[in-house]
């Protein structure tokens, strides 16, 4: 709460699990773009993403699978089971970390 003469204004900085999933979504993404760059491809490549599945992110990355797919342009996101060959442990914030390959789409 902040107030300047008869102004005051107030914020709710409650982070909802609405919220945090979607942090965890935007961090995904930049991960992703970051390892579009390192392979080299183009900014107009589509992709394929398969991520190893795990429970801290599951949720948050199903729940944004779309805004994810968009912004990376991923034509197919698969969450896998078992390990991913060359897949890549990226770390993300709050302590998490997944491991997932991009791969140029045909």
Do not use: W
Not at 69 to 83: F, G, H, N, P, Q
Request: aromatic share 0%; hydrophobic share 40%; with cysteine.
């Amino acid at each position: 709460i902040a107030t300047q003469g008869t102004l005051t204004i107030a914020l709710d900085i409650t982070i909802t699990e609405e919220l945090r999933q979607e942090g965890i979504a935007r961090d995904i993404i930049n991960k992703i773009q970051g390892l579009r760059k390192d392979k080299g491809l183009e900014v107009t490549d589509q992709i394929i993403l398969a991520v190893e599945k795990q429970a801290e992110t599951d949720e948050a990355i199903n729940n944004n699978i779309s805004y994810i797919c968009s912004e990376t342009l991923a034509k197919d996101l698969i969450l896998v089971d078992s390990k991913i060959p060359d897949g890549v442990q990226v770390d993300l914030s709050d302590s998490l970390s997944i491991i997932l390959n991009v791969v140029k789409a045909d």
